[in-house]
């Protein structure tokens, strides 16, 4: 009988973790699609001085 619980903890951690791991994968993929990560970005003038002899 002992061995019975401790399978079916065993099964039930097992359960925990598969969803946890389906749920950060969701997460990540849901980021990825609605996450902005494009830089901002700015127009930068610098005059350059060259020298040619």
């Known amino acids: ?3 019975n619980k ?5 099964g039930r951690l ?3 973790l598969f969803f946890l ?3 950060a994968f969701v997460g990540l993929i ?3 699609y609605l996450g902005d990560l ?3 970005q700015k127009v930068i003038e610098e005059p ?3 020298d040619v002899d």
């Open 21 to 23: 791991l389906l749920l």
């Open 14 to 16: 097992l359960k925990i």
């Open 48 to 50: 350059v001085k060259l």
């Open 6 to 10: 401790r399978a079916g903890t065993m």
């Open 30 to 32: 849901g980021f990825a």
């Open 1 to 3: 009988m002992r061995r």
């Open 38 to 40: 494009r830089p901002s």
